[in-house]
């Protein structure tokens, strides 16, 4: 294979831009990083290599940075990224993989983002549709351009990007990256719960069992939020932070897809 694409999603939105960028690219295969982050001696064998995710509190989601501090890369030359965010900008992971990527005497050599709608409902509401399509008609064009640079394997980035003082968004994310786990503790099921086990099938990384019919959570949680995001009846919760607030996932990538990731 000449690209391996890994990838996380939560709702959808990294999954479509790693799978559209796949069908451009010549001998890509996409993998989950939800299915193989807990395996042993995991090692890349594609001369280049993609990670796609989506932006957790200004830099990476903890599994994501997890998973690359452990593959061995050695047998890979061409790095690339592409950060899916509800329009925040933010280089901190640029840095944060190239860092990682230096322990392995790797380097990063080329980075993208693409504005997707918001998914972070314990923090802001969704967007209306009609931004949605804007975002995925731009994020078409984009693809279309990140493809062209990573069939040349071209290079994006300076050294400038990565020395800039970014401690600020360092710190948020740590600290995410060090609690994460222990957030679920804000999730409930509310009366309306049917206990269909929807949450618990999505759940990329198992964190939810059904206990008498109701959904309990684990802490080991990611906050990617695909739980609150397609449950079908709106009844879960993060404290009373979503009581009010709509439910998102990629319009084109379906709950069987996101269930079928970890298997
Ligand atoms: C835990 C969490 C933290 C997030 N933090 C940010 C952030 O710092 N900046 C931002 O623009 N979007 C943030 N978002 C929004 C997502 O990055 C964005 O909606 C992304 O496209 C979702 O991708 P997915 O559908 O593949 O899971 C966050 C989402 C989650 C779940």
Redesign the pocket.
């Known amino acids: 294979m000449q690209t391996t694409i890994y990838y996380?999603?939560?709702?959808?939105?990294?999954?479509?831009i790693a799978r559209d960028l796949a069908q451009k690219l010549e001998e890509c295969e996409l993998i989950p990083i939800v299915k193989v982050w807990q395996t042993e001696d995991l090692e890349s064998t594609s001369e280049k290599i993609g990670f796609i995710?989506?932006?957790?509190?200004?830099g990476l989601?903890k599994i994501v940075y997890d998973f690359i501090n452990k593959i061995d890369l050695s047998k890979s030359n061409y790095f690339f990224t592409v950060v899916?965010?509800?329009?925040?900008i933010?280089d901190l992971p640029l840095q944060q993989l190239e860092k990682i990527l230096k322990t392995k005497g790797k380097t990063l050599s080329a980075g993208f983002f693409i504005n997707?709608?918001?998914?972070?409902i314990?923090?802001f509401n969704i967007h209306s549709e009609e931004r949605q399509k804007r975002f995925f008609e731009n994020a078409i064009n984009q693809v279309e351009k990140i493809s062209e640079i990573i069939k040349d394997k071209k290079e994006n980035l300076t050294q400038d990007l990565f020395e800039k003082n970014l401690s600020k968004s360092e710190e948020i994310n740590q600290t995410?990256r060090d609690e994460?786990y222990e957030y679920d503790k804000s999730f409930y099921a509310d009366d309306n719960c049917n206990s269909c086990g929807i949450c618990e099938k999505t759940c990329p990384v198992s964190n939810i069992i059904l206990v008498e019919g109701i959904p309990q959570w684990q802490h080991k949680c990611q906050?990617?939020?695909?739980c609150i995001n397609f449950c079908p009846e709106k009844s879960i919760q993060f404290d009373k932070k979503t009581l009010k607030t709509g439910r998102?996932?990629?319009p084109e990538i379906t709950l069987q897809e996101i269930i079928n990731q970890k298997k």
Do not use: Q, R, W
Not at 116 to 120: D, E, G, H, L
């Open positions: 996380f999603t939560g709702t959808g939105n990294s999954l479509k995710f989506p932006l957790y509190y200004s989601p899916t965010s509800a329009e925040d933010n997707m709608p918001n998914n972070f314990i923090g995410f994460v906050l990617c939020l695909a998102y996932h990629h």
